[in-house]
């Protein structure tokens, strides 16, 4: 079983940065993509970005030139670089790895005040 944990969200001001960090422990199953989902408050969860085995990443766009996201296999662990956060980047954010199942994270807050 697969078990995520996240870390490195709070609140900062406008234009700050931030990285968070998705460590993964439990089974030694091979991890394919890993990714970074948000919510904000009263809206449905949506995709952030991801990065494949390969290195190949993807991203929202609302999110592209300020995010980057990026990964350690050896660590188990995915990166959610955040450059010049916005208001609207506010909300829970998960990071979500696929081996044979989808495995989510319990999600860390990230606030950006105006």
């Known amino acids: 079983q697969v078990q995520l944990v996240e870390s490195g969200g709070g609140l900062v001001q406008s234009g700050w940065s931030l990285r968070l960090f998705c460590a993964a422990s439990?089974?030694?199953?091979?991890?394919?993509?890993m990714g970074w989902y948000r919510q904000a408050p009263g809206k449905q969860r949506e995709f952030v970005a991801e990065?494949?085995?390969?290195?190949?990443?993807n991203y929202a766009d609302s999110v592209k030139g300020r995010f980057t996201i990026s990964r350690d296999n050896d660590k188990k662990t995915a990166y959610l670089q955040m450059n010049r956060l916005k208001p609207e980047d506010t909300g829970i954010y998960y990071c979500?790895?696929?081996?044979?199942?989808?495995?989510w994270g319990q999600g860390t807050q990230v606030t950006v005040s105006a």
């Open positions: 979500q790895f696929i081996t044979q199942l989808h495995h």
């Open positions: 439990g089974s030694g199953e091979s991890i394919n993509a």
């Open positions: 990065i494949s085995s390969g290195g190949v990443t």
